[in-house]
């Protein structure tokens, strides 16, 4: 069975840094790339970010460039996003999503983990 | 990094089938049949129940189907059950520097 469990969430002030994290478990990690997609409160689905299995195709979406970064550690079978710069508008529950038919297709999602950004 | 355009709402009685659109490019939908549905209920992550236009996902109900005509797809749900009342989302993938995109989504009420 594929798991997705992110964690990391949580409240922080406009500018400072987050760490989220995401285990994998039930697939072979490694061939699959992987995005964070997040909603904010009321709002609908939005892409941030995604990297290849292999790590070494990376994309994000112009508003987070620069501020927030993707990462995968294959052999723990984790993908990260480390937000820096943070932003009120980044508010949202960021979601784990595992890829399948190359980038065609999301067909797993985590739990999610708020993150709230306020003073 | 333009969403797909979906209807923000859509209605329908018990029993009675619906129709949502969504509206892409020659980058995205009209070039390429990775299209996906999704249904998110409140407070819940998003399921995937259409993937590749048509395709249903292993426990998907056939109350679901899928269609693609040019830059548009769409969803149909056959015989409105209260419980397909919730948000649903499509996704394509896209010939550009942002690998896959959503729908606006649409907010299903069954009356």
């Known amino acids: 069975e594929v798991q997705l469990l992110e964690s990391g969430g949580g409240l922080v002030q406009p500018g400072g840094s987050l760490r989220l994290s995401c285990a994998a478990s039930g697939f072979p990690f490694g061939t699959y790339a992987m995005s964070w997609v997040r909603q904010a409160p009321g709002r609908g689905l939005e892409w941030v970010s995604s990297i290849s299995g292999s790590g070494g195709v990376i994309y994000y979406r112009d508003s987070v460039k620069g501020r927030l970064t993707i990462a995968r550690d294959n052999s723990k079978t984790t993908v990260s996003l480390q937000m820096n710069s943070l932003r009120v508008e980044d508010t949202a529950v960021y979601y784990c999503?595992?890829?399948?038919?190359?980038?065609?297709?999301?067909?797993?999602w985590g739990q999610g983990t708020l993150v709230t950004v306020s003073s | 990094q333009s969403a797909l355009t979906q209807p923000a709402s859509v209605s329908g009685s018990p029993g009675q089938s619906i129709t949502i659109s969504c509206t892409g490019t020659?980058?995205?939908?009209?070039?390429?049949?990775?299209v996906s549905w999704y249904q998110q209920h409140p407070g819940k992550a998003p399921k995937l129940i259409i993937y590749?236009?048509?395709a249903r996902p292993s426990g998907i109900s056939h109350h679901f189907s899928g269609s693609k005509s040019g830059n548009t797809a769409s969803l149909t749900i056959s015989g409105l059950q209260a419980e397909d009342e919730a948000d649903y989302y499509c996704?394509?993938?896209?010939?550009?520097?942002?690998?896959?995109?959503f729908g606006t989504g649409t907010k299903v009420t069954v009356l």
């Open positions: 590749e236009v048509s």
């Open positions: 020659s980058s995205d939908i009209g070039n390429y049949n990775y």
């Open positions: 999503a595992k890829h399948a038919k190359g980038w065609g297709m999301v067909d797993q």
């Open positions: 996704a394509s993938y896209r010939n550009s520097n942002t690998p896959y995109v």
